[in-house]
T-cell receptor
């Protein structure tokens, strides 16, 4: 069965620290997509990144970077030099393409608090 | 203007009342989804639709119904609201098999007292 686990419920760091949010997934499909979303205190979901199962290249976007490892079924998210504005709930999600439903399976979310 | 809109944005209702949450999109997408977010549980799928004649249950459809009035509109109804349906509800759209991202509405915060 498909599943996404974000074992870290809450993380608190001081500004400028680096922080890594873990995401582990389970799926029997060979074709799937992984996502990260940010939910700031205002409540909306902000799309951060999509990665397909055939592309294990790591990606960097400014202070954000993502490490995808199929061998460990992980898709971890690192924020470098964290800022107060990074405080939010972060969700990892999985979309399986074999079922053709397009539905997203979300992890439980990790609440990140960045203190000044 | 936002591509995916939800109304109302906030709603407080009483146990036993019927309530409808509405979602509209201007992206021209065929696929629409309703999710529910509870603290510590992430988002869970309630219903999804591929077109006006194709409606499917998600993992937590009990107590909910939906209507796809048009390609652009997908409504979620709680026939008789109960307190444990208090949650944040999101509508999302997706183009189909050619695109893989879902575009989310701003959410509706529903409180059932």
């Amino acid at each position: 069965a498909q599943k996404v686990t974000q074992a870290q419920t809450e993380i608190s760091v001081v500004e400028k620290e680096d922080v890594t949010l873990d995401c582990v997934y389970e799926t029997r499909d060979t074709t799937y997509y992984l996502f990260w979303y940010k939910q700031p205190p205002s409540g909306e979901l902000v799309f951060l990144i999509r990665r397909n199962s055939f592309d294990e290249q790591n990606e960097i976007s400014g202070r954000y970077s993502w490490n995808f490892q199929k061998s460990t079924s992980s898709f971890n998210f690192t924020i470098t030099a964290s800022q107060v504005v990074d405080s939010a709930v972060y969700f990892c999600a999985l979309s399986e393409e074999a079922s053709n439903t397009g539905k997203l399976i979300f992890g439980q979310g990790t609440t990140l608090q960045v203190k000044p | 203007d936002a591509d995916v809109t939800q109304t109302p944005r906030n709603r407080i209702t009483k146990t036993g009342k019927r309530i409808m949450l509405e979602c509209s999109q201007t992206k021209g997408h065929d696929r629409m989804y309703w999710y529910r977010q509870d603290p510590g549980l992430g988002l869970r799928l309630i219903y999804y639709s591929f077109d006006v004649k194709d409606i499917n249950k998600g993992e937590i459809s009990d107590g909910y119904s939906v209507s796809r009035q048009a390609q652009a509109k997908f409504s979620l109804s709680l026939e008789s609201a109960i307190p444990n349906q208090t949650a944040l509800y999101f509508c999302a759209t997706r183009a189909g098999t050619s695109e893989y991202e879902q575009y989310f509405g701003p959410g509706t915060r529903l409180t059932v007292t």
